[in-house]
């Protein structure tokens, strides 16, 4: 086929593959207000509902429209400002955020759509959308009051934003990238440490001079929007707290931690450690939502890891898998890793081939990157985002929610892996 046939065909195709993404966002969509509608059917709209880390987001939203502005350093702003927003319109109504979340929920997909087409041509783009649109966990993120029904379109932002700037390298490109992780890191705080691999995305060609001005203008962008929230936490606890406390997050990842949940008996799961070693009211006092509290405990992380580096090596290895298979003691049933038999008692049949499918995912994004190998350079901006976060969280703890967001990008790769599958067989065959 000749370039100007090529170009006539996609012209002539566009406004199916058009019609298709509404389509498959509209199905996204209906899903997920299905889920909403059930989630509300069966509990109270009110705040007795919420359970693990949805009170303290609730909470902090409802503190605000009482004129309370984040008094605790325990949380960023940005989810509980969208939740205060949601009860600003319809009152305190935790049904009314999960409403709200379907609609939010549903930016993933054309968003993924967006992000697959710089890689692959539009039907395998519109897989890579249809994946997202059915994915049983990023469906399920809607009827929970926590930051991963925002943090996965906002992270699909951020790499677009990435990606612009450096096939666009102007300082407006840069700067407008930087203020998305920003924003991304206001949500959730786990992409702080990003901007330490732009420099290695960027070019060789470039100049040293321009790769500074435009890293400045990343990191530049990042600060301004981060400053007067740090600003606030200063002036509210007296003391330097870029975004908020980790909640002992590096405890959990200690091999202190480690003994605890894995190897003694009767083993416990993750919110039963945090009812007896993490409740102050049992352990002289230290409260890892607190800033005392949250350094009392990364002291002892830091000690137990200096104590029994071998250990801690071993449990990184682990929690390396965790993060995109799901942590023994938090999610799955009786430490069973997919284990049917285990999980019947607790979720249906069809939550059962849910969970196994999205777990099973990133299996078939590795597969993927075995088939588009000799397009490694092309994809290093998404290996690098999805290895940073694992790192972060193989360092620290490791929960297979935690990896959820990156999901899109897990369907791009598989997308574009199967259309390069494809275009072979139509070769073969020629």
């Not at 209906?30 to 059930?38: D, M, N, Q």
């Not at 530049?220 to 870029?242: E, Q, S």
């Not at 002289?284 to 800033?291: D, S, Y």
């Not at 899109?408 to 199967?418: C, D, E, K, Q, S």
Request: hydrophobic content about 50%.
């Amino acid at each position: 086929m000749t370039p100007d046939l090529s170009a006539a065909q996609q012209q002539r195709n566009h406004p199916i593959i058009v019609w298709v993404l509404i389509g498959l966002t509209l199905l996204g969509l209906a899903f997920r207000l299905y889920l909403a509608w059930r989630t509300n059917q069966t509990l109270p709209d009110t705040p007795a509902r919420l359970r693990g880390d949805e009170p303290g987001y609730e909470g902090l939203a409802y503190d605000l429209l009482k004129g309370h502005f984040f008094e605790r350093p325990n949380r960023t702003p940005v989810y509980p400002f969208f939740v205060a927003g949601c009860y600003a319109i319809f009152g305190r109504s935790p049904a009314s955020v999960v409403y709200v979340q379907a609609f939010l929920g549903a930016t993933i997909i054309p968003l993924t759509f967006i992000l697959a087409r710089r890689f692959t041509g539009p039907q395998s783009s519109l897989v890579a959308a249809g994946l997202v649109a059915l994915h049983p966990s990023l469906i399920l993120h809607v009827r929970l009051v926590q930051t991963e029904v925002l943090y996965a379109p906002l992270i699909v932002l951020t790499v677009l934003g990435l990606l612009r700037a450096l096939e666009q390298p102007r300082w407006q490109n840069f700067s407008l990238a930087g203020a998305l992780l920003a924003i991304t890191n206001l949500c959730r705080p786990t992409a702080m440490l990003l901007p330490a691999l732009v420099p290695l995305l960027m070019p060789r060609q470039w100049h040293l001079k321009r790769k500074i001005a435009l890293f400045m203008a990343y990191v530049g962008a990042i600060i301004i929007i981060t400053a007067p929230w740090t600003y606030h936490n200063y002036r509210t606890h007296k003391t330097f707290l870029i975004y908020s406390v980790s909640t002992a997050l590096l405890w959990q990842g200690s091999p202190e931690f480690y003994h605890l949940a894995y190897e003694q008996l009767p083993k416990r799961n993750l919110v039963q450690i945090w009812q007896e070693e993490l409740n102050p009211e049992r352990n002289g006092g230290h409260n890892a939502f607190t800033i005392e509290g949250d350094r009392y405990f990364t002291k002892r992380a830091i000690a137990s890891i200096l104590r029994e580096p071998a250990v801690y090596l071993w449990y990184c290895l682990q929690k390396a898998v965790f993060f995109w298979v799901g942590n023994p003691i938090s999610d799955w049933p009786y430490h069973a890793m997919f284990n049917v038999e285990a999980m019947r008692p607790f979720f249906s049949p069809q939550r059962i081939v849910g969970i196994l499918a999205s777990r099973i995912l990133p299996v078939f994004a590795a597969l993927g990157m075995i088939v588009l190998r000799h397009r490694w350079r092309e994809f290093l901006p998404l290996l690098l985002v999805c290895g940073y976060f694992n790192v972060i969280h193989a360092l620290t703890y490791a929960e297979v929610r935690y990896s959820e967001p990156l999901h899109p990008i897990l369907a791009v790769v598989i997308a574009t892996a199967a259309g390069e599958l494809q275009r072979r067989l139509k070769l073969i065959s020629q």
